[in-house]
């Protein structure tokens, strides 16, 4: 049997706590300017002023969104539903759908997170742009 010496020990348990306080959010924002060329694979919410959104929150709307008109990375990429571990495309067609789904929701008037995301929903429809998502 192989043992661990006393300081592999304590790196398990160190990297244990790492991983357990790394947060479970997807990031949501406008994508402006919209490169309708470009694979979009860094994960860059800064740049797009996103919003956050725990894990446990999004997927309260996982069967609503997944048939929701989406692309995964780049605009060649038609999928439907968000990527939930990468990064998705939300078109500006979708938003109505996507708005619909976040204030329909049950949840929706006990949630900080639902209202912050219907209004960048809103934001977005205003300015006709997509929306870029990055799961988790």
């Not at 048939?67 to 990064?87: C, N, Q, V």
């Not at 209202?115 to 960048?120: D, I, M, V, W």
Request: overall charge negative; hydrophobic content about 35%.
């Amino acid at each position: 049997m192989n043992k661990c010496p006393g300081s592999c020990s304590n790196f398990v348990h160190f990297l244990a706590e790492k991983v357990m306080s790394v947060p479970m959010v997807h990031q949501f924002g406008i994508l402006d300017p919209v490169d309708t060329k470009k694979t979009y694979n860094d994960y860059t919410p800064e740049k797009y002023d996103c919003i956050s959104v725990h894990d446990d929150t999004i997927s309260l709307l996982a069967d609503q969104l997944s048939t929701m008109k989406t692309y995964f990375h780049s605009f060649d990429r038609p999928e439907r539903g968000l990527a939930w571990y990468g990064i998705t495309i939300i078109p500006p067609e979708s938003l109505p759908s996507f708005h619909d789904a976040v204030t329909s929701s049950e949840w929706f008037g006990h949630s900080d997170e639902f209202r912050k995301l219907a209004a960048k929903i809103m934001q977005a429809k205003r300015d006709n742009k997509p929306m870029i998502h990055f799961g988790i």
